[in-house]
């Protein structure tokens, strides 16, 4: 997927911008955003949070509905992508999290994450709203090595969050 997509959808009327907030991609979706000419017009930055200390103290992720998951849940991406914006001031977030390989301690037979982007719906005077519009998915990646699923769920990242705007903006 060309993130050079993801331009004219954020650059139109109205405007928005995006952040990211990353755990299992370790910057690898703020790479490919950051990769296109003109980013700068829209792409505001991100977080790469590791931990859950991080992710609670920065993203605002519910530390109560994360420990027991190991924060790798639907949830916590979604809480993730929320808080980016938060953090951010921006209209569209997207995060990222799960298991880049298998853990035999967390039960893990093969990696998957969870992955989330959000959207604040702009309200009658253009500003962005309170209540966001929130989409996740799961990819599973059996077989793949730690940096294939890395790379694949940074790509599956960019294809749903073209996907999420293009249907947001009607296109």
Known sequence: MNTANLKPLLLCEPRWTLAVAESLT????????????????????????????????LLGVDRAAAEPVNSVSAAVAEQMARGVCELFGTQV?????????PSTAQQVVHPFAWWAVARRPSTSSG?????????????????????ETQ?????????????????????
Request: charged share 25%; glycine share 14%.
């Open 26 to 57: 370790c910057g690898r979706v703020q790479a490919r955003i950051g990769a296109v000419s003109g980013a700068s017009e829209y792409f505001l930055g991100g977080v790469t949070a590791y931990s859950l200390d991080q992710k609670v103290k």
């Open 151 to 171: 790379e694949r769920v940074a790509e599956a990242v960019i294809v749903s969050l073209v996907a999420f705007l293009r249907e947001a903006r009607g296109a």
């Open 93 to 101: 977030g997207a995060a990222t999290t799960g298991y880049a390989e």
């Open 127 to 147: 500003q962005a709203g309170e209540d966001f519009v929130v989409r996740s998915g799961r990819l599973e990646c059996p077989g793949a090595t730690r940096v």
